[in-house]
């Protein structure tokens, strides 16, 4: 079963009386163990998509799949209580909470969905090692470099054991080289754990790295590689 599957996704923007087709017809099945790189150029849709996928916005037609379920009657809460178990999130800007320590960083997501404080720091410590940031970890994100918050940013969007990884540029912040040891971390960390995930670049180099492209123009989407 994917772990994710649009079907015939549509959405539409009103502007000045006037309306923008954003998404037609999109089609597009992420499976579990695959990273995806979703290309286009600016304004083509790519955060749309992203958004509409992990259920931040409803789109105007279509279908969103998570692992077989049909997620378009859902109320809000119901959707707030699925990102929460099944979607990772990573921007572009790593929006670590400043009056936070890494450590803090990461605990915060178990914490908000039940997990104990104790359980949490053991969890958030462990995510942070094994991206080779534990002697950083009690250090607010003001001290740390750009690619070591991203780093931080990607374990974070991984405490609650997500099934699917939506990222939205989350090297485009970054110089080329710390752009690249950020991608190693964030692909190695897909292989180990079977995550399904979605990654919207500009950078083609970075794209061919993955497993598959797929590309969004005039609100369609194809297949690159």
Known sequence: MPALELRSVGRVFKSAGAEIVVLDGIDLTLNRGEIVALVGPSGAGKSTLLHVAGLLERPDGGKVMISGADCGDLSDERRTLLRRSELGF?????????EFSALENVMLP??????????AREKAAALLAAVGLASRAAHRPARLSGGEQQRVAIVRALANDPKILLGDEPTGNLDHATGDGVMNTLIGLVRRTGLAALIATHNMELARRLDRIVAIEDGHLKAVR
Request: no cysteine; charged share 10%; hydrophobic share 45%.
């Open 90 to 98: 990573v921007y572009q800007f790593h929006h670590l909470l400043p």
């Open 110 to 119: 178990q914490m908000i969905a039940g997990v104990g404080r104790v359980r």
